[in-house]
């Protein structure tokens, strides 16, 4: 009904930038929050960073300075530009939504994920 692509990732060297995208599709009537998750391997989901669809950020204090958040609401997207990117900073990268269906079902939505590496 509604669903989240991710793309972007890939392989990096510490200190070099990637630029996630997340692009909402489906039967879509507005979308209230998004956000990035991560997951490192034998770690729990976190979150990296959130937008409201005013545009009002929050980031977790690991990446504070280095990501910046922004949204396209024309597009129903969402992206996630990394700098000065850390080894710990590899995970897989998730995309988060709360959406509004055309029937005024709310929903949360997740991507698939979107593997980051970041070689030291």
């Known amino acids: 009904q509604v669903q989240l692509v991710e793309s972007g990732g890939g392989w990096v060297q510490a200190g070099e930038s990637l630029r996630l995208s997340c692009a909402a599709s489906g039967s879509i009537f507005s979308i209230n929050a998004m956000g990035w998750y991560r997951q490192a391997p034998g770690k729990q989901r976190e979150l990296v960073a959130g937008?409201?669809?005013?545009?009002?950020?929050n980031y977790a204090d690991s990446v504070k300075g280095r990501f910046t958040i922004s949204r396209d609401n024309a597009k129903n997207t969402v992206y996630l530009q990394m700098d000065r990117l850390k080894s710990e900073d590899t995970a897989v990268y998730y995309c988060n939504a709360g959406v509004v269906t055309k029937t005024y079902r709310p929903l949360e939505v997740w991507g698939r994920g979107t593997l980051v590496t970041v070689s030291s």
């Open positions: 937008i409201t669809r005013g545009g009002s950020t």
